[in-house]
């Protein structure tokens, strides 16, 4: 791979906050479950045991590792597949670590292992994001959709995506913050 293609995707604050809080739910309900002075029946303890895992792992399953710009796409890294987007319409990037404030989630994870959904605000109306730290929110609008991505340098993204595409002959337009 080219150098500086690869992005990577650091925890924001709420991330690891939600993260934690999550996973140490998710073990104390099988533990106080099983720590029971009496027997629970054998439902409650599948039940107890396998529905936090699954939100453990689905979670896991479409975290956001990282972000490749390759050509005329953006690939999201995730455990459970890559999301690839297609930048041939892109119309404008903008870094804004404002862009994801007062945001509802309307499908989605706010802050398991990520920040990965479909969500609304004033700010952007409805858009995807592929998040880890909103501090980093780099808006990428396309004429149908907006998507929020959140790379390590934000920056060096912008700079890269804009030479990608300048080398495929397409131009974009970067917004200031």
């Given amino acids: 791979m080219e150098p500086g293609a690869r992005f990577g ?5 709420q991330v690891r906050v939600v993260s934690t809080i999550i996973v140490l739910v998710m073990i104390a309900i099988p533990v106080v ?3 029971q002075k009496s027997d629970p029946p054998i439902p409650l303890i599948l039940v107890s ?7 453990v792992l689905v979670s896991g399953l479409f975290a956001v590792r990282g972000y490749v710009v390759s050509g005329k796409r953006l690939i999201v890294e995730r455990l459970g597949g890559n ?7 892109l119309e404008s990037i903008k870094a804004d670590p404002e862009s994801m404030k007062g945001s509802i989630r309307i499908f989605g994870n706010t ?8 969500f609304r605000n004033r700010r952007l109306g409805t858009y995807t994001a592929y998040a880890t730290d909103r501090e980093r929110a780099v808006v990428l609008r396309f ?3 907006i998507i929020v991505v959140t790379p390590d340098k934000p920056q060096q993204f ?7 595409l300048r080398a495929s002959g397409k131009s974009v337009e970067v917004l200031a913050e």
Wanted: avoid cysteine; proline fraction near 8%.
């Fill in 9 to 13: 995707a650091p925890w924001g604050s």
């Fill in 49 to 55: 045991t396998l529905a936090p895992l699954a939100v």
């Fill in 83 to 89: 999301k690839r987007i297609d930048l041939s319409d």
């Fill in 158 to 164: 912008i700079a890269r995506l804009q030479e990608r």
């Fill in 111 to 118: 802050g398991v292992f990520s920040i990965t959904g479909i």
């Fill in 33 to 35: 479950t099983l720590t």
């Fill in 143 to 145: 004429p149908k959709k």
